[in-house]
């Protein structure tokens, strides 16, 4: 089950809406297959493992193991359990169910109606923790929420904007933590920013310190605000303004809405079918998150450098949070 998880981790990023499955299949104490799910749209896992095995007879006599529960629906593929049946595997241990409606145990009962041998619940918490952001999208009905900001030593998440400095990054971090926060963009389904961000630093919003796929933009610019010519419009990535007005110079982009409440925005990405999103600030967007205690995990990174005056980063107590060194910089994380 280990080497499931080991395997179902090379799809972080590339499966969304799809979860993270890897599965092996073993014949007298030995791997003779395995494989993972790749990319959504492609073949899942178990059947990418029954593929790999060279000799098909070993089949009915070898056991399967996946992390997550097959699925037991018609997709962008045929279901998983009638690859696993037809194919005369008699033994399955699993990991964790599926909380998708569409499959919530339904697989495991076409395996059992069927004459399998189905183990459940191996490893399950670890299997369980791989896939929490499917898991917190189908079982709480909401994205998986990650609020992340870098502040300096003394306290201050920006330096005062002048009209020299607007529309450019002011680096705060250092190059070790950028590269973190790419990679960690290239995991999440979206990122959010306020449209202040989007005028004051004029960001880009994707992956190009690392080799990893773009998330979805999302901008709040309740008033339609965000300045036609930002970066964030730029089509690498596919971008979404969270707006009460409609921008008919924005065609293919704009998400018409009335946002009232940080749970009317949360509602807005669940229904847009969002697993995940990073939300990066700035100060007065990570609080409306934080005031509202609507997150699962917080990022931050404190810099060894001070900036004496300028925009207060968010107040939070870092006494219960994790401490690592990441370059010249500080990484506070915290889990729930």
Same mark, same amino acid.
């Given at each position: 089950?280990?080497? $499931?998880?080991?395997?179902?981790?090379?799809?972080?990023?590339?499966?969304?809406? @799809?979860?993270?499955?890897?599965?092996?299949?073993?014949?007298?104490?030995?791997?003779?297959?395995?494989?993972?799910?790749?990319? +959504?749209?492609?073949?899942?896992? =178990? &059947?990418?493992?029954?593929?790999? &095995?060279?000799?098909?007879?070993?089949? !009915?006599?070898?056991? /399967?193991?996946? @992390? /997550?529960?097959? $699925?037991?629906?018609?997709?962008?593929?045929?279901?998983?359990?009638?690859?696993?049946?037809?194919?005369?595997?008699?033994?399955?241990?699993?990991?964790?169910?599926?909380?998708?409606? /569409? &499959?919530?145990?339904?697989?495991?009962? !076409?395996?059992?109606?069927?004459?399998?041998?189905?183990? %459940?619940?191996?490893?399950? &918490?670890?299997?369980?923790?791989?896939?929490? #952001?499917?898991?917190?999208?189908?079982?709480?009905?909401?994205? +998986?929420?990650?609020? !992340?900001?870098? =502040?300096?030593?003394?306290? *201050?998440?920006?330096?005062?904007?002048?009209?020299?400095?607007?529309?450019?990054?002011?680096?705060?971090?250092?190059?070790?933590?950028?590269?973190?926060?790419?990679?960690?963009?290239?995991?999440?389904?979206?990122?959010?920013?306020?449209?202040?961000?989007?005028?004051?630093?004029?960001?880009?919003?994707?992956?190009? *310190? %690392?080799?990893?796929?773009?998330?979805?933009?999302?901008?709040?610019?309740?008033?339609?605000?965000?300045?036609?010519?930002?970066?964030?419009?730029?089509?690498?990535?596919?971008?979404?303004?969270?707006?009460?007005?409609?921008?008919?110079?924005?065609?293919?982009?704009?998400?018409?809405?009335? *946002?009232?409440?940080?749970? /009317?925005?949360?509602?807005?990405?669940?229904?847009?079918?969002?697993?995940? %999103?990073?939300?990066?600030?700035?100060?007065?967007?990570?609080?409306? *998150?934080?005031?509202?205690?609507?997150?699962?995990?917080?990022?931050?990174?404190?810099?060894?450098?001070?900036?004496?005056?300028?925009?207060?980063?968010?107040?939070?107590?870092?006494?219960?949070?994790?401490?690592?060194?990441?370059?010249?910089?500080?990484?506070? =994380?915290? @889990? #729930?």
């Amino acid at each position: 089950m280990k080497r $499931c998880i080991d395997l179902a981790s090379k799809g972080i990023g590339y499966t969304y809406p @799809n979860p993270l499955v890897g599965s092996v299949i073993v014949h007298n104490n030995k791997i003779i297959g395995e494989g993972y799910h790749a990319k +959504y749209g492609e073949s899942h896992a =178990e &059947v990418n493992a029954i593929n790999s &095995v060279g000799n098909k007879e070993l089949l !009915k006599e070898s056991t /399967l193991y996946v @992390n /997550l529960e097959p $699925c037991n629906h018609h997709g962008k593929t045929p279901p998983c359990t009638e690859a696993i049946i037809n194919n005369n595997i008699k033994r399955i241990v699993i990991g964790s169910k599926d909380p998708n409606r /569409l &499959v919530d145990g339904s697989g495991i009962d !076409k395996l059992k109606s069927n004459g399998c041998d189905v183990v %459940v619940g191996v490893m399950e &918490v670890e299997c369980s923790n791989l896939n929490k #952001r499917f898991f917190k999208y189908h079982k709480h009905k909401r994205p +998986y929420i990650i609020l !992340k900001w870098a =502040e300096s030593k003394d306290g *201050f998440i920006s330096p005062l904007k002048t009209n020299q400095s607007l529309r450019k990054v002011n680096w705060i971090s250092g190059e070790k933590s950028k590269k973190l926060t790419h990679k960690w963009r290239s995991e999440e389904h979206s990122i959010l920013v306020g449209v202040q961000t989007i005028i004051d630093d004029d960001p880009l919003l994707t992956t190009r *310190f %690392v080799d990893g796929k773009n998330p979805i933009r999302f901008v709040l610019d309740p008033n339609s605000r965000i300045p036609l010519d930002s970066k964030v419009l730029s089509e690498v990535s596919k971008t979404i303004i969270l707006s009460k007005k409609e921008n008919n110079l924005i065609p293919n982009y704009t998400k018409s809405s009335n *946002f009232e409440n940080i749970q /009317l925005i949360i509602k807005s990405l669940y229904d847009m079918k969002i697993q995940s %999103v990073l939300i990066e600030g700035g100060t007065k967007t990570i609080n409306h *998150f934080l005031n509202n205690d609507s997150w699962d995990s917080i990022r931050v990174f404190k810099s060894n450098k001070n900036i004496k005056d300028g925009i207060k980063s968010p107040n939070v107590d870092f006494s219960k949070f994790l401490k690592s060194d990441i370059g010249d910089d500080i990484l506070y =994380e915290i @889990n #729930r």
